[in-house]
């Protein structure tokens, strides 16, 4: 594949810094970035990165918030765009819930202004970064394939649904090249200390309780699939490489791929792995998870059956990839503040 020109938005973020560091060490891409730096971006998550510094010739950087357009003064410096992932989005569930209206309308605008601006600058791809909630919950056995039901839970994964029902309109309607990635829960190093895997640290570092969301009806801990934020970047730039986009009116909807970590677990077995790694016991409570969470879901979980057809394999296993964020982290103890 000749070099390319990718536009990263939300590049401050967890996962788009991350994916930044992927791109950087595993093509010869050019890398435009957009960051607010008034939501979650975070420029340290980009200005202590070995791989940012080492190729930072390659990337170009750009502040705007995207709930506005982009202007044609920013098209001009950004020029030509080979491929968009579009990261940015607020991502916090209990944000979402506590104040919902101008989270939603957040993610919605970002998915508008990008959508346009794809509209008239004609990208090759557009990856429209999605989660597995939009699907709502499953039983714990149960993995809702590519295009299930569209049954969201809670604000969060209402306004992810959203920004794909746009995303679709536009690739029917305009042709934007849309591909659409459903992730299951992703943690890493540089994550804010308000999700699930720092926060455990964080609590068990200080002595705290840790409270583990279990299934109102059965009383049994919930559970997630897993995976390392470089592993979901992997997966990304794989679908980028591998996939062909797809086109209307020859089928009746774009291409969608689920992002699955290696295997289900429940959320006090990855708290207790945080625990043996850090060489502590785990002090835990179960707590009603919709108590805590209204909306909140149980099981979550999707079937990667898709992704692995076309020959994938995550590069990391879940234990390795726990280990070193762990590690990491209490390395870098200002993360979990």
């Not at 940012?52 to 502040?63: A, D, G, P, S």
């Not at 410096?77 to 607020?90: H, Q, R």
């Not at 699939?225 to 970047?233: E, K, V």
Request: glycine share 6%; aromatic share 10%.
């Amino acid at each position: 594949m000749s070099s390319k020109r990718i536009l990263l938005t939300g590049i401050g973020g967890f996962i788009g810094s991350h994916c930044l560091s992927h791109l950087l060490v595993n093509t010869d891409w050019e890398i435009v970035g957009i960051d607010s730096w008034r939501h979650k971006g975070i420029s340290e998550r980009l200005t202590h990165n070995e791989h940012f510094l080492k190729h930072i010739k390659r990337v170009n950087i750009y502040t705007h918030d995207l709930i506005a357009p982009i202007s044609s003064v920013l098209k001009s410096k950004i020029g030509k765009v080979d491929y968009i992932i579009n990261f940015a989005s607020e991502s916090h569930v209990d944000r979402s819930i506590t104040n919902p209206v101008p989270f939603v309308k957040n993610n919605v605008d970002i998915a508008l202004n990008m959508l346009e601006y794809a509209r008239e600058i004609n990208p090759e791809k557009f990856v429209q970064i999605s989660t597995d909630e939009v699907y709502g919950a499953t039983d714990g056995k149960y993995t809702h394939p590519e295009w299930s039901a569209i049954l969201p839970s809670n604000p969060y994964s209402a306004s992810k649904a959203c920004q794909e029902a746009i995303a679709i309109s536009y690739w029917r309607t305009y042709g934007v090249p849309v591909m659409i990635t459903n992730i299951m829960n992703t943690a890493g190093e540089y994550q804010s200390s308000e999700k699930y895997v720092p926060m455990v640290i964080k609590k068990i570092l200080n002595g705290e309780k840790v409270q583990v969301h279990a299934d109102p009806k059965s009383g049994e801990p919930g559970s997630r699939f897993w995976l390392h934020a470089r592993n979901t970047s992997d997966a990304i730039l794989f679908i980028l490489k591998n996939v062909d986009v797809k086109k209307f009116p020859e089928v009746d909807r774009p291409e969608r791929f689920n992002i699955v970590g290696e295997k289900q677990i429940s959320n006090l077995e990855i708290a207790k792995m945080i625990a043996d790694v850090m060489g502590k016991d785990l002090d835990y409570e179960l707590v009603d998870a919709h108590s805590s969470r209204p909306g909140h879901d149980p099981h979550y979980g999707l079937c990667g059956k898709k992704l692995e057809s076309y020959g994938y394999k995550f590069p990391v296993n879940l234990h390795s990839s726990l280990e070193k964020m762990v590690k990491w982290t209490l390395n870098n103890k200002e993360w979990l503040e």
